[in-house]
């Protein structure tokens, strides 16, 4: 799962929205309401207030500080920051609010950008050195997070790395679109962000950095009685590790928490909360039910708490390779009896469940945030509940900090309350992992207990705990919910709820984006068709419904004069765009935005990916289209180049390895090598170059060659 979803999560419960939206609900930093200094400009990026001397001109890229901070200290280190760089004409940047500061430093925080709050650009090594020893002085003492990506300086707030001051972009190995510095050759690389200091091959550690360098590596797990063996899972907070205990041969887990970083929603960090579990644990010794706590150590100022390890598989997991719906058309697995051996095991692995959580509750404890991927199943069927950083005393009455949305208890529920109610959605989600929705409507839960008791023999007692605990004292719905499933004779009734619900929802006293939708949208400027309005009215019109000239009118506006982060692609840029206003019979105005592609791209096909969401696959696409409705021979030439420049990075069937995704190029339609073999059959059919063809059944093999087929004869990418 991409944890920066977590971050847009934060900001509205709903719908996905950028922490920016929210710029003045939020009293910002004093700071920011000083006036702009004589020969400054004040601009705002994203998140973030720049402040830069009109008379200084910056490098491309070079060191850059960055101070870190915590939400108790922040407005002091502001303080300090702007009186030191107005003061000696020096460019920085700082997050607009301490909400922000909280959320991008939360638990499930970007690691490689969590915890910069301050980034100041010096204009050469010889003033790099001279603002850390001036700065370091000044914050002395200060407190905040170790930022990963980067080098500290001494054992302050303040931290280094090297990269880019401006924005350029390159293609990764991955075929992704990055941001990107310049080698010692001059050519465009990746900008490496990454959760660990990364120095450049062509740049050398200046001599006064060195000693943190020296510093930073001497501190390692290495004298501890433990060896670190695998990567469980990593957080803003710190990762999980698995391990032997070098004494006794026994595995175990080393659970890492950094200080003062990974903040949940009280602000705890994940110190806080790894102290909180250790007591929690020592409370639940003895149990079967849960790890047995071995220790707690320190290694520099990151803490570890060791737990046996616990043989088993995550009950999610085992959800997913169990259910029964998801095989395949014809699997003669999919039948009455499977449906019913399921069910058996579901019924069972709940029942085990929840005399765990009972056995927890006589202890005096409650989990907080109950749900199957904090539940393990070993071997022999006996369950282990994992994961106390949100555990309370029964007594307390609280509500946890951290929380899985699908479980989470509504605001009336505290202390057991809370387990009751994970409880009650994990019966439904055995059979039906729908109970997100239960949050938006909690009389969803009486409509996804009629499903499972259609397709499942769960008995009707099992269920209607689940929805009596759910619903609470809220009184039950007066009108009959529809059953779910397709309404071949209620489109036109469905069609109009969806458009009604997708129209209310537009927000056009925006600029960033016109209708919700994935983050991404917020990167390349809320126009294009994967993620933004062009995709929307598009979507809307080719389905029945309707026109939309004010929205239209919103496209076009920022279609013919785009922000700079806007892409040129078809579905992530303005390529799409263009395909859309044509389509709605905007025809001048998507040759316009085809004019601005074309000098977006003129020149520089090196940095464009061959596939068909963002790179030449599907601006090739786009070409010949627009060359076919309206016979402009230099469109047609245009798009023919394109597919001879396709065809020669391509290479031949063999040349791409037999894996797809994590360091690979990715297999697949939108970004794989199938997008490329689609433009070739479109040009084919346009202009009828057979060798198109061949070029089509290249691309095809090059992706069959990454897929992978499973037992139950599926293929899959």
């Not at 929210?22 to 601009?43: H, I, K, L, N, Y």
């Not at 050398?204 to 943190?212: A, C």
């Not at 537009?506 to 390349?524: K, N, V, W």
């Amino acid at each position: 799962m991409d944890k920066s979803y977590e971050l847009y999560c934060l900001v509205d419960p709903i719908f996905y929205d950028s922490p920016a939206v929210r710029r003045g609900q939020e009293p910002g930093f004093t700071v920011a309401e000083r006036p702009v200094p004589d020969g400054w400009q004040r601009s705002e990026l994203e998140d973030w207030l720049v402040y830069r001397p009109t008379d200084v001109e910056l490098p491309s890229q070079g060191w850059k500080i960055h101070s870190s901070a915590c939400l108790d200290n922040a407005e002091k280190i502001l303080d300090s920051v702007w009186d030191y760089c107005t003061g000696r004409h020096l460019a920085f940047k700082f997050l607009r609010d301490r909400r922000v500061l909280h959320m991008r430093n939360s638990k499930y925080a970007h690691r490689g950008s969590s915890g910069k709050f301050v980034t100041i650009y010096p204009r050469d090594e010889s003033q790099l050195e001279a603002v850390l020893v001036d700065l370091d002085e000044v914050l002395a003492g200060q407190p905040g997070p170790q930022i990963l990506s980067d080098l500290r300086w001494k054992t302050g707030p303040l931290h280094v790395r090297y990269g880019g001051f401006d924005q350029r972009h390159c293609l990764s190995p991955q075929g992704e679109l990055v941001p990107a510095i310049e080698n010692e050759s001059g050519q465009l690389v990746p900008d490496r962000r990454e959760p660990t200091f990364h120095l450049p091959a062509w740049v050398s550690l200046p001599d006064f950095l060195q000693p943190q360098l020296a510093a930073r590596n001497t501190t390692t797990v290495a004298d501890l009685p433990y060896r670190i063996e695998r990567v469980l899972h990593f957080s803003n907070g710190g990762g999980l590790y698995a391990g032997t205990d070098l004494r006794t041969g026994d595995a175990v887990v080393l659970k890492e928490a950094r200080p003062h970083a990974g903040l949940a929603r009280d602000a705890t960090d994940a110190v806080t909360r790894l102290r909180r579990e250790h007591e929690t644990l020592q409370r639940l010794a003895g149990l079967d039910v849960v790890a047995g706590v071995r220790d707690h150590v320190l290694v520099g100022d990151h803490h570890f708490l060791v737990e046996d390890y616990i043989e088993g598989t995550p009950l999610n997991r085992l959800m997913v390779q169990r259910y029964p719906l998801t095989w395949r058309d014809g699997d003669e697995r999919a039948d009455e009896r499977a449906l019913a051996e399921y069910a058996e095991w579901a019924l069972d692995v709940h029942a085990r469940v929840e005399r765990a959580v009972a056995a927890l509750h006589e202890r005096g404890i409650v989990i907080g945030d109950l749900h199957p991927y904090n539940v393990l199943v070993r071997p022999d069927g006996r369950v282990v509940l994992i994961d106390f950083e949100a555990a309370t005393d029964v007594s307390d009455g609280q509500r946890p900090v951290l929380v899985n949305p699908d479980y989470a208890a509504p605001p009336d529920r505290t202390g057991v309350d809370v387990d009751h109610y994970a409880l009650a959605c994990l019966r439904l989600a055995l059979f039906l992992p729908l109970t997100a929705l239960i949050g938006l409507a909690p009389e969803k839960a009486d409509q996804l207990a009629g499903v499972i008791a259609d397709v499942f023999p769960v008995p009707h007692a099992f269920l209607a705990e689940a929805v009596r605990v759910i619903r609470g004292d809220r009184a039950t719905q007066a009108r009959p919910l529809p059953r779910l499933g397709p309404d071949r004779d209620g489109w036109q009734r469905a069609r109009g709820s969806m458009s009604g619900a997708i129209l209310a929802s537009a927000t056009p006293d925006r600029d960033d984006r016109l209708f919700p939708g994935d983050i991404r949208q917020f990167e390349t400027g809320g126009l294009n068709i994967a993620h933004g309005a062009a995709g929307v009215l598009y979507a809307l019109a080719v389905t029945g419904g309707g026109r939309h000239p004010e929205y239209e009118d919103w496209l076009v506006r920022r279609s013919v004069d785009p922000q700079p982060e806007t892409h040129v692609g078809f579905y992530d840029g303005l390529h799409g765009i263009a395909y859309v206003l044509d389509h709605l019979g905007l025809g001048d105005r998507a040759l316009q935005v085809l004019d601005i592609c074309d000098r977006e791209v003129r020149g520089r096909w090196e940095r464009l990916g061959l596939d068909l969401r963002s790179g030449l696959a599907g601006i090739g696409c786009n070409l010949g289209h627009f060359a076919t409705v309206t016979g402009d021979s230099a469109l047609r030439a245009r798009a023919l180049h394109v597919a001879d420049a396709v065809a020669d990075r391509l290479g031949t069937e063999d040349a791409v390895v037999t894996v797809s995704g994590g360091s690979h190029p990715h297999a697949g339609l939108l970004r794989g090598a199938a997008g490329p073999a689609l433009m070739f059959i479109r040009l084919h059919e346009q202009f009828g170059d057979a060798g198109l063809l061949d070029q089509a059944a290249v691309a095809l093999r090059q992706d069959l060659r990454r897929c992978l087929t499973r037992e139950d004869g599926t293929m899959e990418v």
